[in-house]
């Protein structure tokens, strides 16, 4: 009887173990987005833009408004580009404040090339550039997605500043050319991705394309986090908190007195821009997700363990979800072929 039993405890243990083994990537796609509260801030003073660390001024009070560059203290590695991206309405149908803002930041940037994305030019370009990624482009449930996914892909492909639509510049944004990416921090973690600077095929930029379909999960039919998690500001976290060394990765913070000094959180005034508010996308679902975020890491650490329970036990109806495995080797390919030269199992790091 005693050896039955063992046999039998080592049969579920062995089943138990295939079925980790199985949903390891699920699971630790899970773990890596819900333990963000408490990754993120490891190392932080490496990557925080500070005048100890990087003799800048965080207020901007020392720099011109009309200053287009780094130079001469440091070269200039993010090019002048501007990135727009108007998905889902026509140019010239655009919100009249939306017009203005766009039109503020060109005229503090004269001379930089300037790109307004609209539908027609966003799917010639995913054709053109990033044919494997096209079908999980079609799939997105959300308009607010494909905003995001293209975000990271033309920033990858051109380098440059992408900005959102409801950002109206109140300076140039030249000071910010010395550092390879810059993106302004949120709260309560992580940074915000509506505004991003970068120079041209940023390995970190590549790292937020690549991982584009390991996280495109729809998350239990709910808007709020099937976005975030899987192209939002959220997501774009959680791969800069996996990164080995984040020093580059540089977050536009505040001072000791106003740390929130560049959060763009509603309708705001930083000393970059001022930020519009628009956040028409966020759903029924925002506030109870955002309520959590507030509540402290403790209560995350709750979530974890329940949603990784309920990932485990729906995982049937999961699989509907943009099929995360297939997507992996085609797009390790791609990169291969694209000439990266990294390692194959290197590509992408939450796997």
Same mark, same amino acid.
């Given at each position: 009887?005693?050896?039955?039993?063992?046999?039998?405890?080592?049969?579920?243990?062995?089943? $138990?173990?295939?079925?980790?083994?199985?949903?390891?990537?699920?699971?630790?796609?899970?773990?890596?987005?819900?333990?963000?509260?408490?990754?993120? @801030?490891?190392?932080?003073?490496?990557?925080?833009?500070?005048?100890?660390?990087?003799?800048?001024?965080? /207020?901007? /009070?020392?720099?011109?408004?009309?200053?287009?560059?780094?130079? +001469?203290?440091?070269?200039?590695?993010?090019?002048? &580009?501007?990135?727009?991206?108007?998905?889902?309405?026509? +140019?010239?149908?655009?919100?009249?404040?939306?017009?203005?803002?766009?039109?503020?930041?060109?005229?503090?940037?004269?001379?930089? !090339?300037?790109?307004?994305?609209?539908?027609?030019?966003?799917?010639?370009?995913?054709? !053109?550039?990033?044919?494997?990624?096209?079908?999980?482009?079609?799939?997105?449930?959300?308009?607010?997605?494909?905003?995001?996914?293209?975000?990271?892909?033309?920033?990858?492909?051109?380098?440059?500043?992408?900005?959102?639509?409801?950002?109206?510049?109140? *300076?140039? $944004?030249?000071?910010?050319?010395?550092?390879?990416?810059?993106?302004?921090?949120?709260? +309560?973690?992580?940074?915000?991705?509506?505004?991003?600077?970068?120079?041209?095929?940023?390995?970190?930029?590549? !790292?937020?394309?690549?991982?584009?379909?390991?996280?495109?999960?729809?998350?239990?039919?709910?808007?709020?986090?099937?976005?975030?998690?899987? /192209?939002?500001?959220?997501?774009?976290?959680? &791969?800069?908190?996996?990164?080995? @060394?984040?020093?580059?990765?540089?977050?536009?913070?505040? /001072?000791?007195?106003? +740390?929130?000094?560049?959060?763009?959180?509603?309708?705001?005034?930083?000393?970059?821009?001022?930020?519009?508010?628009?956040?028409?996308?966020?759903?029924?679902?925002?506030?109870?997700?955002?309520?959590?975020?507030?509540?402290?890491?403790?209560?995350?650490?709750?979530?974890?363990?329940?949603?990784?329970?309920?990932?485990?036990?729906?995982?049937?109806?999961?699989?509907?979800?943009?099929?995360?495995?297939?997507?992996?080797?085609?797009?390790?390919?791609?990169?291969?072929?694209?000439? $990266?030269? *990294?390692? !194959?199992?290197?590509?992408?790091?939450?796997?």
């Amino acid at each position: 009887m005693h050896s039955s039993s063992r046999k039998k405890f080592s049969v579920v243990l062995a089943v $138990l173990f295939l079925l980790v083994l199985w949903l390891r990537t699920p699971i630790t796609v899970a773990l890596s987005i819900f333990s963000l509260p408490i990754t993120w @801030n490891l190392g932080s003073s490496t990557f925080l833009i500070s005048r100890r660390l990087d003799n800048f001024d965080l /207020t901007f /009070t020392n720099y011109s408004a009309t200053r287009a560059t780094s130079l +001469p203290e440091h070269p200039d590695v993010v090019p002048p &580009i501007l990135h727009h991206i108007a998905l889902g309405h026509k +140019p010239d149908a655009e919100q009249a404040d939306w017009s203005t803002a766009r039109n503020n930041c060109l005229a503090y940037h004269p001379g930089w !090339e300037a790109h307004l994305w609209t539908d027609e030019k966003a799917v010639v370009f995913i054709n !053109e550039k990033f044919p494997l990624l096209k079908e999980m482009w079609d799939g997105y449930k959300y308009p607010i997605q494909r905003v995001d996914a293209l975000r990271y892909l033309v920033l990858y492909e051109y380098g440059g500043v992408v900005l959102d639509m409801d950002l109206d510049c109140r *300076r140039s $944004l030249g000071p910010l050319r010395r550092f390879n990416f810059t993106a302004p921090a949120a709260h +309560p973690v992580g940074f915000s991705n509506g505004f991003m600077m970068a120079s041209k095929r940023h390995p970190f930029v590549g !790292e937020l394309v690549r991982n584009l379909p390991v996280y495109n999960w729809r998350w239990f039919g709910l808007p709020y986090p099937t976005v975030m998690f899987s /192209t939002g500001c959220h997501y774009a976290s959680t &791969i800069h908190a996996q990164q080995k @060394n984040r020093s580059d990765l540089r977050i536009l913070s505040g /001072t000791v007195r106003n +740390p929130n000094l560049h959060a763009l959180n509603g309708d705001v005034e930083t000393p970059l821009f001022h930020h519009l508010g628009a956040s028409s996308w966020h759903s029924f679902d925002a506030f109870l997700i955002v309520s959590i975020g507030k509540a402290g890491s403790h209560l995350l650490w709750v979530f974890v363990g329940l949603g990784t329970f309920v990932l485990v036990g729906s995982w049937y109806s999961m699989l509907q979800l943009r099929g995360v495995h297939g997507g992996i080797s085609l797009f390790r390919r791609r990169y291969s072929e694209d000439g $990266l030269k *990294r390692p !194959e199992e290197e590509l992408i790091k939450c796997v």
